[in-house]
């Protein structure tokens, strides 16, 4: 009779050392919840630094778009110069023109003056003399002498016209001149500004594509680890589950053992 309570013993301590002893599930347990831990940790350093990146990556979108508009408006402005220009050269162009023929036409005048001087001159200083006495009648004289000086004032009047009237093309020639070349040296300063801006936006495109390039590989790092991590949570509680099953199990069995050992 003392076998029994000797084996029932032996049933009990055996059971014991069951439950006390380390399990492969305890150790893959383990195991996963420091592979979760660990990708957490760099979930949340990658989701840190994805959001200061989505920060300034809408700070590089913001700049590069006010580069844009300043290229834009540059090359409107450019636009505009030009056509003044031309307009300026269309106008200098047509007054030049006009100005040639007024110079031909006033070369003609002072051509038929220096004749009319010459003709003067070879008749002598009493050439209105001459002409008063080789008409027959001093009423007839008069007429004549008063026509030749009508003539000779008529003649020198026009002159002056055209030579006022290029004067005044001439000064318009130089306003329109100056206009041009204010529009000329603004056209040179707005080209080399337009040069810079767009060396300034390209740059700022440069950073966007580096920005929005490291923005998609943290997003795109984030979310595979989202994915891991809910697949070793789903792991975990699966291993949890098996592991609480089983403590339940032996629990089972150590009482069985323990209630038939009595």
């Given at each position: 009779?003392?076998?029994?309570?000797?084996?029932?013993?032996?049933?009990?301590?055996?059971?014991?050392?069951?439950?006390?002893?380390?399990?492969?599930?305890?150790?893959?347990?383990?195991?996963?919840?420091?592979?979760?831990?660990?990708?957490?940790?760099?979930?949340?350093?990658?989701?840190?630094?994805?959001?200061?990146?989505?920060?300034?990556?809408?700070?590089?979108?913001?700049?590069?778009?006010?580069?844009?508009?300043?290229?834009?408006?540059?090359?409107?402005?450019?636009?505009?110069?030009?056509?003044?220009?031309?307009?300026?050269r269309?106008?200098?162009?047509?007054?030049?023109?006009?100005?040639?023929?007024?110079?031909?036409?006033?070369?003609?005048?002072?051509?038929?003056?220096?004749?009319?001087?010459?003709?003067?001159?070879?008749?002598?200083?009493?050439?209105?003399?001459?002409?008063?006495?080789?008409q027959?009648?001093?009423?007839?004289?008069?007429?004549?002498?008063?026509?030749?000086?009508?003539?000779?004032?008529?003649?020198?009047?026009?002159?002056?016209?055209?030579?006022?009237?290029?004067?005044?093309?001439?000064?318009?020639?130089?306003?329109?001149?100056?206009?041009?070349?204010?529009?000329?040296?603004?056209?040179?300063?707005?080209?080399?500004?337009?040069?810079?801006?767009?060396?300034?936006?390209?740059?700022r495109?440069?950073?966007?594509a580096?920005?929005?390039?490291?923005?998609?590989?943290?997003?795109?790092?984030?979310?595979?680890?989202?994915?891991?991590?809910?697949?070793?949570?789903?792991?975990l509680?699966?291993?949890?589950a098996?592991?609480?099953?089983?403590?339940?199990?032996?629990?089972?069995?150590?009482?069985?053992?323990?209630?038939?050992?009595?």
């Open positions: 009779m003392r076998a029994r309570p000797v084996l029932a013993a032996a049933l009990l301590a055996g059971a014991w050392l069951g439950l006390s002893a380390p399990l492969p599930a305890a150790q893959d347990r383990g195991e996963t919840e420091r592979k979760l831990d660990a990708i957490k940790d760099e979930l949340r350093s990658v989701a840190a630094e994805r959001r200061r990146l989505e920060g300034q990556r809408g700070t590089a979108h913001r700049e590069l778009r006010e580069a844009d508009e300043k290229v834009g408006q540059s090359n409107r402005r450019l636009r505009e110069i030009e056509a003044e220009l031309a307009a300026q269309e106008a200098l162009d047509e007054l030049e023109a006009r100005r040639a023929t007024m110079q031909a036409a006033m070369s003609g005048q002072r051509e038929e003056l220096a004749q009319l001087v010459r003709a003067a001159y070879a008749q002598g200083g009493d050439a209105p003399l001459k002409v008063l006495l080789a027959d009648s001093v009423a007839e004289a008069n007429r004549l002498l008063t026509y030749h000086r009508y003539m000779q004032q008529d003649r020198m009047k026009r002159i002056r016209e055209l030579a006022s009237r290029l004067e005044a093309l001439d000064a318009v020639e130089r306003d329109i001149a100056a206009r041009r070349q204010v529009l000329e040296d603004s056209r040179g300063r707005l080209d080399a500004q337009l040069a810079t801006l767009r060396e300034d936006r390209n740059a495109e440069a950073v966007v580096n920005l929005d390039k490291r923005y998609k590989s943290r997003r795109d790092r984030e979310q595979a680890l989202g994915r891991d991590a809910k697949g070793l949570e789903q792991l509680a699966r291993l949890r098996a592991a609480a099953k089983a403590e339940a199990e032996r629990r089972r069995i150590a009482a069985e053992r323990a209630a038939a050992a009595a």
